[in-house]
């Protein structure tokens, strides 16, 4: 189970990393896609696509190298949280966007599948948490 754990936490700070990087380089493309969800306003989505970018490559860097384990794991189920939330929010209101998640230009178009993996991703971090909370995931104990 703990290798489990380990490949899971490496898993989720390779795709925030992944995902981090085209928003970091593009800054302004990002908050065009994060305001077509039309969720905040022009301004809070310029916001947010200043800095979530590096709250998802911190989070992920502290995943990879597994400090302050339980605190990145709680971000990362934040984040995932959140982006479940808005892409189901943007798919019930019909919109037809790009999901904006690892390329600001083209990337997925939002639907069924989307929602599947982000789900999926959801669902990863929820196990994540519960064993940051349960302290049972370092591979030698101390």
């Known amino acids: 189970m ?3 754990i380990l ?4 898993g ?30 022009e301004v809070l989505s310029r916001w947010a ?4 970018p ?9 995943l990879i190298l ?10 990362n189920l934040l984040m995932m949280t959140i982006f479940f939330l808005a892409l189901i929010q943007a798919y019930i209101r019909g919109l037809d966007i790009n999901c904006g998640c690892f390329s600001v230009e083209g990337g ?15 669902g990863g971090s929820i196990i994540l948490v519960f064993f940051a909370i349960k302290g049972n995931y370092r591979l030698k104990k101390n």
Do not use: M
């Open 66 to 75: 597994g400090v302050w384990f339980d605190a990145a794991a709680l971000l």
């Open 12 to 41: 989720f700070g390779v795709i925030l990393i992944a995902a981090s990087i085209d928003k970091l380089l593009h800054p302004i493309q990002f908050s065009q896609a994060v305001e077509n969800y039309q969720v905040f306003g």
């Open 2 to 4: 703990k290798w489990f």
């Open 49 to 52: 696509a200043i800095w979530l």
């Open 7 to 10: 490949l899971l936490r490496i």
């Open 108 to 122: 997925a178009k939002l639907g069924l599948g989307k929602l599947l993996y982000n789900f999926l991703l959801l």
């Open 54 to 62: 590096y709250l998802e490559f911190l989070t992920g860097a502290l």
